[in-house]
Every structure is written in structure tokens, then in C-alpha cells.
């Protein structure tokens, strides 16, 4: 019995070292399989009790969202890609609402992002796909 609260204990410190929620959910598993142990449940009950717990934990978490993936947009996130937020100077702009721009000792292309009117002067990187800077106006701010 005592070695399910053990390895459920081990668990813990798991899951306060990495954080994530799994480590909880499975020390919670093992505590349940060390309460049917302590009920005096056989072996199966006292492993079937652990993955069930476990188990409803996950799915409880999942449904609630609180597992769900924070995906980060490096392209238009100034936290990931410094990049972002900089400003570039655009003569002219092409036909296609694209231009050339000069940028950290590069040639790069620049496309105007949606709802902005092709302007020349200094433009603010909103975002960039591949080697191309999706850029705004800029408003002076």
C-alpha cells in the first residue's frame, strides 16, 4: 500500500519541477490506486482504480481547455521575432502593392499588409513569411 503514496509523493516533486498537469494526473492516479490498497482492494482493483482516476483527470482537463496548445505566431509576435516593429523606409511601391526595401544590409520584399494604400515614406513591420516584410504605414506613434 504504502508504495502507491510513495510513487504518487514522486510524482509530485515531478510535477513541481517540469509543470506540466500530466505528473499531477498521475500522481492522483496513484494515490487512488494507494486508497483502494487501504480498502483492501486486490491488485487489479488497486491498478484499475490508478488508470481510471488518471484517466478522468485528463479528460476533465481537456474538456476544460486547460491542456489546450498556446501556439505563438513567430511571424507577427515581437516577443519571437525581433524584427517585428521595425521600421523600413519604401520610395515606391510596384503595380501588386509590393516593393524592394533595404533592411539590415539586405535586399528584402516588401508587401503592404491588407487595408493599408500604398504610400512611400517609413513603413513599420507588422510581420514577416519567409523573406518577405509585410509592412504598415507608419502612424508616427
Known amino acids: ?72 505566431n513567430a511571424a507577427r509576435n515581437k516577443d519571437v521575432n525581433l524584427d517585428i516593429g521595425a521600421h523600413v523606409s519604401i520610395a515606391s511601391w510596384g503595380a501588386d502593392d509590393t516593393a524592394h526595401v533595404r533592411y539590415r544590409g539586405a535586399l528584402w520584399s516588401a508587401r503592404l499588409a491588407p487595408g493599408f494604400s500604398p504610400v512611400s515614406g517609413r513603413h513599420r513591420i507588422i510581420e514577416i513569411e519567409g523573406s518577405t516584410l509585410v509592412v504598415a504605414p507608419d502612424d508616427g506613434a
Open 1 to 72: 500500500m504504502w508504495f502507491w503514496f510513495a510513487f504518487a509523493l514522486v510524482a509530485l516533486i515531478g510535477e513541481v519541477l517540469s509543470g506540466t498537469f500530466y505528473l499531477l494526473l498521475i500522481a492522483l492516479g496513484l494515490a487512488a490506486g494507494g486508497v483502494a490498497a487501504w480498502a483492501g482492494a486486490g491488485l487489479g482493483v488497486q491498478i484499475v482504480a490508478a488508470a481510471v482516476v488518471a484517466m478522468l483527470g485528463l479528460l476533465v482537463l481537456r474538456k476544460t481547455h486547460v491542456l489546450k496548445k498556446r501556439e505563438v
